[in-house]
T-cell receptor, first 118, second 115 residues
């Protein structure tokens, strides 16, 4: 079974530019999550998509946005890049089971996209 | 607010020895899940083991076991018979009803296994 895939692997952008990161979940998984792992800040939750809708959002500005497609793949868009956006961006997926027990859902991560903003 | 604390920035162990990585958590929600992930230098987060707050037994997955002490709010990862390939960063994470499906991560522990 193929795992979560992400593209591109690495990306170099300059401040002010826009970037799009892509994620394909494990087959059968409907939920996709995005996390940012910046040096010194640890792993922080960015966004959660399920069934095409944004379900939850972490403490990030609106220039971080995304969407989920009918095939459950997802894009993360970051506008007006800033130097501190340099980080490893990790995508994860999980199967959706019972909403009331969502805290039990195991998230499986992809290899990440390393973004460098110069 | 929910919080995960990993107090060991680095741990060193020899091959074939067991090692315990510490994790304490804080939540006021009685329903929560605890997870451990391994992150090698390549960056990918690899799921290791899960423990639910209502689970009576400690979780085990091969060489990994979770020492769950609910009253102490601790969820330590025990790796038995360490291997060189176990050298990596290890993260403890939690999800509860307030967090929804968002995982809250600790700062991680770097494990180094030597021969």
């Amino acid at each position: 079974e193929a795992g979560v895939t992400q593209s591109p692997t690495h990306l170099i952008k300059t401040r002010g530019q826009q970037v799009t990161l892509r994620c394909s979940p494990i087959s059968g998984h409907t939920s996709v999550y995005w996390y940012q792992q910046a040096l010194g800040l640890g792993l922080q939750f960015l966004l959660w998509y399920d069934e095409g809708e944004e379900r939850n959002r972490g403490n990030f500005p609106p220039r971080f946005s995304g969407r989920q497609f009918p095939n459950y793949s997802s894009e993360l868009n970051v506008n007006a890049l800033e130097l501190e956006d340099s980080a490893l961006y990790l995508c994860a997926s999980s199967p959706r089971r019972v909403a009331s027990r969502s805290y039990t859902d195991t998230q499986y991560f992809g290899p990440g996209t390393r973004l460098t903003v110069l | 607010a929910q919080k995960i604390t990993q107090t060991q920035p680095g741990m060193f162990v020899q091959e074939k020895e067991a090692v315990t990585l510490d994790c304490t958590y804080d939540t006021s929600d009685p329903s929560y899940g605890l997870f451990w992930y391994k992150q090698p230098s390549s960056g990918e987060m690899i799921f290791l083991i899960y423990q639910g707050s209502y689970d009576q037994q400690n979780a085990t997955e091969g060489r990994y076991s979770l020492n769950f002490q609910k009253a102490r709010k601790s969820a330590n990862l025990v790796i038995s018979a360490s291997q060189l390939g176990d050298s990596a960063m290890y993260f403890c994470a939690m999800s509860d009803n307030q967090a929804g499906t968002a995982l809250i991560f600790g700062k991680g522990t770097t494990l180094s296994v030597s021969s």
